[in-house]
């Protein structure tokens, strides 16, 4: 979990044992991508999530195959899990039946009040909180023309409308998402839906794209909302491998400090004072210490020009020469080393000060 948090109060929702909202660390989710019916390889994807730091896995149920399935992914996994269900109130109930420890459903697009009143009333007893997730995409007609083309505040008139139909029914256990595939829409949408409403929040840009776009752009969305003091859980979308989306989503939470214990490396961008193989020194440090949970400040700065300075603004450090780089270690030349052997005098102090 992440270390710091959003300081608006919300409610407190309780996801299998992870606490959102209220003040409570910011919690990492992402979502499987293989069928969930196929427990084998979705339990596989749940671990290999939970191993790279999410907190909170989601996966579809679309179908009654993937409903019955969660009796054994429950087994077998020891993370909260969130059912995203669509339309069909049954799977809902099939979902809370098996022990999700939370669903995604809209409670208004499910085919009558009496539906969600099932599902409310299965959710109360069983402490299942319900996520209403409005999407700027599939937002139910009406809605805009009602705001006047305003796409942010016809998906908070949206939310309101799921909201009342569960508080109808007794129900108040309810997080909310306003994603967007334009981040302005989506900050937009959560400032909004952050004055309005006390429910914690669960942010996210929708269908940012591939890696690269979609980091940034989740990151401009997600970055500004908790910047904002608003968010209380982030999913980062990628068309990617789940597990990019936690790591990056843990990048965004530790650019803004609230990244928990781990191993900053600065580097500079290299130029033409650059004497050393720069880049891939960087980025194999940075591989090396991704899994250290421990809060170290590590530098590699390509000269003894700008080099120095940053370097000794770490805890430890090089600075490269030419063929050759100096070892700086709080502040004081400690030594110089070839080039050859920068990457192993460095990590032999990064283990050093982390064990
Ligand atoms: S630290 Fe030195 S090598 Fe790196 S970008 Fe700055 S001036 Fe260039």
Redesign the pocket.
Known sequence: MSSKISNRKTQVVNIGGVKIGGGNTIAVQSMTNVPTSDTGRVIAQIKSLQDAGCDIVRFSVPDEASAAAIDKIKEQTDIPLVADIHFDYKLALMSIERGIDKVRINPGNIGGEDKAKAVAAAAKKNNVPIRIGVNGGSLEKGFLEKCGGNLAEAMVESAQGHVKILNKFDFDDIVLSMKSSSVKTTVEAYRLASETFDYPLHLGVTEAGTTAQGIVKSAVGIGSLLLDEIGDTIRVSLTDDPCREVYAAKQILRSLDIGGDYVEVVS???????KID?IPIANKINDIVSDIKKPLKVAV???????PG?AKDADVGI??GDGCAVLFKHGELIKKVKESEIINALLEEIYEMTK
């Open positions: 500079c961008p290299t130029c033409a004072r650059t720069l700065m390509g000269c003894v020009v700008n080099g940053e600075a490269g």
